[in-house]
């Protein structure tokens, strides 16, 4: 037994795969491991991706990058040959039109360029023909647009059919008829479906119509059965996983139509649409750059480089499906969907498909090894019927020399039982049970606000024992307002009308006008009106609200903002902690002024001087330095985020100086705690699930924010990135199981602790993000976890779940489905392998001792179909509950099959096997049974035990541990729908298709004692879980200090 329990321990690593990113080798290795031992190749592996497909992207992109500058060489060479030849000088416009004519409807449009013509523009980068075309202003005149307000809404439908509509070409939907075929190619079906066809052949030929015909019809409507409920089970899935994807691919952007900027689908993006375009953001279409700060674009999606790409007026081409990785700009949308180079691309990059989950994988293996003992058990029953069968022909008259049509139905049914074992002995629906949990929990957390674009992400993520979280918009609620401004040397509370009148007394007309050009030009967002004349303002929350505060200001003080021609503009770094823009002030005596916006410890290091309420200018001295320092401390010890307003005045406009600014204002802003929040994270903690704050703030403002929300306790650490950063390995494996809060971190300290967190401890890690920068440590983390409202759309596509309503009690709802689907895999597990080995040990036992199954391939077919697709449907899809937030986490090194679940499965198997063994040998004495048809009515009567042992033990294992399984019974209404129709088509096979499925008509007496003997499980499983299990061995590699799960009736 050591040796094989060693043998299979060693099979089952080659099963073993990372969650995250696993290595081609690694998802190779397992699929060679599976072998031939697989009934339905279709369909078990339908999920799985295809690692040739999926290669062909990346040499596409290799392809695409290298063949690029040929393709736009070998085309100017091509015109200039062309125009040589014909002896002309004429401009290339010449060989243009005669490659893209101007289609008629175009034409009748009212516009002057081709579809094709647009798109080879921007596809080649092709300077001469674009200015040909007189830039990008000659471009919106072809195709009349206003570079200033945008296309009008109403021409979207006559654009969209000229040039086209931004959609991808995608594989068709399967269809239910394709997942029918893909269901009926299971070999051991087909095989029986054959035997069923030779039987009809044979009885028809020895026993005539329409009696000759029944045992093979059974077989024929009972695959047919198997076949139809299984395709409706897949493509169930389908439709979830659809939906899915319908959700994934939703992204809204910013265009400028009518004259108002507003939110549009990208798949409502045209040709003409004014696109506005920022850090984080996916390029939506092809299109040319029309003006902007600091613009960069990384091209590494599309092309395969990975050095981005500077864009200006004199390189002005963008790609869709690249990504913004700096800076802000405008462009003219010239080609959408199948017409970009990233459409081209989208089909191919669809065709490799999703990496499988660990647990499939681990339970490909489990199936595997069970599948192969099947075929032993399989081999071995044929083998001692037939010899059984031999040898009772050898002592007949006329011996082995004289054959029947019965004898050769006899051995066509020996075989057709051998083969029916297999079907049984198989578990292809564990693997396949993984994917229809993990469809139900990501339809069920997408109603709950919680988007999984990876499969493996909700299974992992019950597996979390440390969340690495943001606090502004996930611990708070993103809502904003100035509460506190500090300026002229003294705090005010502006939240209230009595505060907002004493600031604004207090300040003269000059500081009010220097205050409001800080204000309204430092800044990322847009105050814009929209069609009802209403003013809202597009930007970040935090840009927001000071902006908000600038209306007001203005509102009340009568003074008016002065426009001014930005000159250069540096965006919000994550790692600088600030922003800045130049601008052309007519307040600075004729120079730019340079204005300073950011993290407030930063931008005071920064400044020189101060401005008073009177607009004078002072020396900041040190003592005035420690009050403003202090007026920062007072507001973030108050849960306020804090920011800083300078600026300078400078002789050129090219440069953004280090030092020597004035400082204007101190903003308080308030953030509040979600409601909620505290709960959750009470709830982690009694999880198992370490919490920690990792923010860009002040550490006092994180601080006092960390305490009001439970995550810092008196035994926690509270530390800043710098100091963080400088510490050795040493001192970071010491101090990092404390660290609670971390406080102005750059997206590197937090892939640092990612990092350590993941090695050294061993922990399982999400990480929330937002930014662009965010994107290493979502990426490096074992489940990713972007923000959906204030994320970039470049933090979405590395994380693995996209938190919609960017809510941390959402995030504990992903954790509970993920405990979820591992318990409830677990449950199906248990529940099938119990079946597997009775069902495997009664027919060889039987046939061993009598020479016949008790169970014919019809009902063997049945309680395959109970025990395979109809359980995994009431046992996966059980929704959670709060008693799952009560026990530690799995960790990485836990057996999946526990020791509780083998106290289980042999105590039960026990059970039911010396119960129908029981009836095998002295049932017909013990039911007091005789006559003709005893023999049949017996058999009847064991397969209604048995499968009422397995519908009670359904039940039973809906608590692995707990007593009372019928808690919450109700709340699946799939289990109570699944356990009744499983009951009552029993009593239809039994009581009505006996002659398709050779049962007999059983008493009420009958019928009572085979319920109650089933019943009897239950008793059975509260008995076997009154008897404690040793699991120190299943948790001896855990280093999160947790203690073991418990055992017992009062466990969960």
């Known amino acids: 037994m050591a040796y094989l329990r060693n043998k299979s321990m060693e099979f089952l690593k080659r099963f073993e795969v990372p969650a995250k990113n696993p290595s081609e080798d690694a998802q190779r290795r397992w699929r060679e491991a599976v072998g031939t031992l697989v009934k339905n190749r279709r369909r078990r592996f339908r999920m799985v991706p295809d690692l040739d497909k999926r290669s062909q992207p990346e040499a596409l992109k290799m392809f695409l990058s290298d063949s690029q500058e040929k393709l736009r060489v070998a085309l100017y060479v091509q015109k200039a040959a062309l125009q040589f030849i014909d002896g002309t000088l004429t401009h290339p416009l010449f060989y243009i039109r005669a490659e893209h004519p101007l289609p008629e409807l175009a034409r009748q449009c009212g516009f002057s360029v081709s579809a094709e013509e647009l798109a ?3 596809r080649n980068h092709d300077t001469k023909n674009l200015r040909h075309h007189r830039g990008v202003d000659g471009i919106a005149r072809k195709i009349n647009v206003s570079l200033a307000d945008g296309i009008k809404s109403d021409d979207t439908a006559i654009r969209a059919e000229v040039y086209g509509a931004n959609q991808y070409t995608e594989k068709p939907p399967r269809t239910f008829w394709m997942f029918l075929w893909d269901a009926s190619q299971d070999m051991t079906l087909l095989l029986l479906a054959f035997c069923a066809l030779i039987s ?31 395709a409706a089970s897949d493509y169930k899935q389908s439709l979830q996983f659809r939906d899915l994807d319908k959700e994934k691919k939703k992204i809204d952007m910013h265009v400028t139509r009518d004259g108002y900027r507003q939110k549009v689908s990208i798949y409502d993006i045209v040709v003409g649409d004014i696109v506005h375009l920022s850090i984080g953001d996916q390029v939506p279409a092809d299109g040319l750059y029309i003006d902007g700060y600091s613009f960069v674009v990384d091209e590494s999606s599309l092309s395969g480089e990975s050095e981005p790409v500077h864009l200006s007026n004199a390189k002005p081409f963008l790609l869709g499906g690249t990504k913004v990785q700096d800076g802000s700009a405008r462009m003219l949308v010239t080609a959408v969907g199948m017409r970009t180079e990233w459409g081209n691309l989208m089909e191919t990059l669809s065709q490799g498909g999703e990496d499988e989950t660990p647990l499939q994988v681990k339970l490909n293996g489990v199936a595997t090894i069970i599948g192969k003992i099947g075929l032993a058990f399989a081999v071995l029953t044929f083998t001692v019927l037939m010899a059984r069968f031999l040898v009772d022909k050898a002592h007949a008259p006329g011996g082995l020399m004289r054959w029947s049509g019965e004898d050769a139905l006899s051995v066509l049914n020996f075989f057709a039982v051998a083969v ?43 597996s979390a024992s440390c969340i690495c979280t943001d606090k502004t918009g996930t611990l708070t609620t993103n809502h904003m307002v100035v509460e506190k401004v500090w300026a002229s040397g003294a705090a005010q509370t502006v939240s209230t009308a009595k505060g907002f009148d004493e600031l604004k007394s207090s300040l003269s007309e000059n500081f009010t006008k220097v205050l409001l050009e800080g204000v309204f030009h430092c800044s990322g967002s847009e105050v814009v009106t929209n069609k009802d004349g209403k003013t809202t303002i597009m930007g970040t929350p935090t840009e927001t609200a000071i902006l908000e505060f600038g209306l007001e200001v203005e509102k009340y003080t009568k003074v008016e903002r002065c426009s001014a021609m930005k000159l250069k503009v540096e965006p919000f770094n994550s790692v600088k902690k600030t922003m800045a823009v130049v601008v052309a002030s007519p307040h600075a005596a004729g120079h730019p002024r340079v204005i300073l916006k950011g993290a407030s410890e930063v931008v005071l290091r920064r400044c020189s001087s ?39 005045d400078v002789t050129s406009g090219s440069d953004i100086p280090s030092d020597g600014y004035t400082l204007i204002a101190v903003f308080g802003i308030k953030d509040p705690l979600r409601p909620g929040v505290r709960e959750a994270v009470k709830t982690c903690r009694a999880a198992g699930i370490n919490v920690r704050m990792v923010t860009g703030d002040n550490i006092n403002t994180a601080k006092a924010i960390a305490r009001e929300c439970g995550i810092l306790t008196d035994d926690g650490i509270a530390i800043e990135g710098p100091d963080f950063r400088t510490k050795s390995p040493n001192e970071m494996k010491e101090i990092i199981p404390r660290i609670q809060v971390m406080a102005r971190s750059l997206p590197l300290d937090k892939h640092t602790l990612v990092t350590n967190l993941r090695g050294m401890f061993g922990e399982v890690v999400a990480v929330t993000g937002d930014g662009t ?156 049974l005789s006559g003709d048809r005893s023999g049949t009515q017996l058999n009847t009567f064991i397969f209604n035990t048995f499968v009422f042992c397995q519908v009670f033990n359904e039940v039973n294992s809906r608590e692995m541990e707990k007593i009372n399984v019928f808690s919450g019974i109700f709340s699946s209404w799939i289990f109570s729908a699944v356990a009744g129709a499983t009951a009552a088509f029993q009593v239809i096979i039994v009581e009505l298709l006996g002659t398709f499925a050779s049962t007999e008509h059983l008493s009420g007496r009958l019928w009572l004692t085979s319920v109650l003997i089933g019943s009897v499980s239950l008793v059975i499983g509260a008995i076997l879980k009154l008897i404690p299990v040793d699991s120190i061995s299943d948790s001896s590699d855990r280093r999160d200090g947790y203690q073991p799960i418990p055992t017992g009736p009062n466990a969960v």
């Open 200 to 230: 009809v052949i044979i009885g028809l030929a020895t026993e005539g119509w329409p009696n000759g015909m029944y045992d093979g019809l059974g077989i024929v409507l009972t695959i047919f059965l198997v076949v139809m409920i299984t």
């Open 773 to 928: 920068n965010d994107a290493p440590a979502l990426h490096e983390a074992d489940i990713g976890l972007a923000m959906g409202i204030a994320g970039t759309e470049v933090a979405k596509e590395n994380a693995d779940v996209i938190i919609m309503d960017d809510n941390f009690s959402t995030i504990i709802n992903v954790a509970k489905w993920g405990r979820s689907v591992y318990i409830n895999i677990q449950k199906f597990v248990q529940f099938q392998l119990t079946v597997n080995v009775v069902a495997l040990m009664v027919n060889f036992v039987s046939a061993s001792f009598t020479g016949s199954a008790p169970l014919t391939i019809v009902q063997l077919l049945w309680v395959n179909l109970i025990m395979d697709t109809l359980g995994a449907l009431a046992l996966a899809t059980e929704p959670p509950n709060d008693a799952m937030m009560q026990r530690p986490p799995v960790g990485r090194g836990d057996n999946f099959i526990t020791k509780v679940m083998w106290r289980n499965i042999i105590g039960q198997s026990i059970y039911q096997l010396v119960v129908l063994g029981t009836l095998i040998f002295k049932g017909k004495s013990l039911l007091q």
């Open 120 to 122: 080879t523009v921007v």
């Open 610 to 648: 101060i401005i008073d309420g009177t607009g004078s200018v002072e020396k900041l001295t040190d003592a005035k330095a420690k009050r403003v320092a202090s007026a920062i401390d007072a507001f973030a010890c108050e849960a306020l985020r804090t920011l800083c307003l300078a600026y300078q």
């Open 420 to 462: 029916t074992i297999i079907v049984v002995a198989v578990p292809e629906g564990l693997p396949l049970a993984v994917t229809l949990s993990l469809a139900f929990a990501m339809k069920k957390l997408m109603q709950e606000r919680a988007l999984v674009r990876h499969l493996s992400a909700c299974e992992t993520m019950g």
